[in-house]
């Protein structure tokens, strides 16, 4: 809020030399354009209002938003006048200039003493405006976007992802949390080593599923999911699993075990060991018709004589973007200096300019002794 003559100014008056004694209207002046820039710290300028001086002892201001008591003022730019400093050389009169609580620009040699924006004191001397010093404190409005390097709320806990809560409240914390590393929903602690780990708290399980979404969950430290049937279901561990009655067809009578001589089984259920004599299993029966890699490749249409037809091969040893070259027999296919990324070809190069398509790019190379190169 803002008060006249604050108690700042108050407690230097105790030391105020008396009056008519050398420097005692200076000090005075000094208190209090103190008393008021800080008085009126609580009101702001939005935008503009930039105090300037005129001829003579014309004060001018420019159009801008001040807002003052949470009322916004919009205000077109003009010019009054100062009080000058009544003949005395030795003095440079203050004038406060100001939006006052109703939205009007005023001049004034004394404190306000209602709610009021700061614009700037202008000091005047035998007719003349000696000095303007800029009073506004600056502050974004609700209709403006301000750029900032960064934002400190304090309100916000350290890790957490902030949501917008409300145009009266702004923002709060949101369920999800991030180390720098990882990434927690209902969790803020990750494992040892974790890098670029999704981790998910205990949570309560959903009793309906939205239309064209599924939802997941941890429960008892179990990942749960339901899809839109509304059914919730348990996402399974795949490694080592163990099946109660699964439902895997017509069930055998028993199972065979260290099983020596010929014997013909019927539907059998193998469980682990080693096979060994038996005839190739053959290829309509689910086998390969052979006992080596190159016999089952060859019977397979993919030997080294062979010249299989794929939808796409996908080698390991080469790296994206890169057109294969043939190397050798034993080495087969290796990168190649052409690049591509889908529109653009590089020889030598993989980064092309902004927006480019359908560019060649040549990256710095050795000079032949006649060849055309860049360099």
């Known amino acids: 809020m803002s008060l006249p003559v604050g108690t700042y100014s108050q407690n230097l008056n105790l030391s105020l030399p008396a009056d008519g004694a050398a420097y005692h209207n200076d000090n005075l002046q000094n208190w209090k354009a103190i008393d008021f820039v800080n008085q009126g710290k609580y009101n702001s300028v939005i ?15 420019a159009a801008g938003t001040a807002e003052v008591a949470g009322t916004s003022y919009s ?19 203050a004038n406060f200039v100001f939006v006052n609580n109703l939205g009007a620009v005023t001049i004034s040699t004394s404190l306000p003493t209602t709610e009021y924006a700061p614009l700037g004191i202008i000091f005047t001397n035998t007719g003349l405006i000696s000095k303007v010093v800029d009073a506004r404190k600056i502050a974004a409005g609700s209709s403006d976007s301000p750029t900032f390097v960064t934002v400190k709320c304090s309100a916000l806990t350290d890790g957490y992802i902030p949501k917008h809560t409300s145009d009266a409240v702004g923002l709060a914390n949101s369920p999800i949390y ?33 239309a064209n979404m599924s939802q997941i ?15 919730p279901k348990t996402i399974a561990s795949l490694e080592s699993p163990t099946f109660t009655s699964p439902a895997l067809g017509t069930p055998v009578s028993g199972i065979l075990t260290n099983c020596t001589g010929s014997p013909t089984l ?15 299993i053959t290829i309509a029966d689910g086998g390969t018709g052979a006992s080596t890699a190159a016999s089952a490749a060859t019977n397979l249409g993919v030997g080294t004589g062979d010249s299989p037809a794929f939808v796409t091969v996908k080698c390991s040893n080469l790296t994206d973007g890169y057109i294969p070259k043939h190397t050798s ?5 290796a990168n190649s200096p052409i690049y591509t990324d889908g529109t653009n070809v590089g020889i030598g190069a993989t980064t092309f300019g902004t ?12 000079a032949p002794n006649i060849k055309v190169y860049e360099q």
């Open 75 to 93: 205000i077109a730019s003009a010019s009054g006048s100062a009080t000058d400093n009544s003949g005395n050389p030795n003095l440079h009169l």
């Open 355 to 366: 927006s480019a398509v359908g560019v060649l790019g040549i990256g710095n190379g050795t």
């Open 47 to 61: 935008s503009g209002l930039e105090v300037t001086a005129g001829s003579g002892l014309t004060v001018v201001w």
């Open 329 to 333: 027999d034993a080495v087969g296919l």
């Open 217 to 231: 969950w941890s429960q008892s430290g179990i990942l749960k999911y339901m899809n839109s049937d509304g059914i």
């Open 266 to 280: 019927t539907s059998p259920t193998i469980n682990g060991g080693t096979i060994t004599g038996m005839t190739d």
């Open 178 to 210: 991030t180390d720098g590393t990882n990434v927690g929903i209902g969790a803020t602690t990750f494992g040892t080593s974790a890098v670029g780990v999704l981790g998910i708290g205990n949570g309560t399980a959903p009793t309906t599923s939205p």
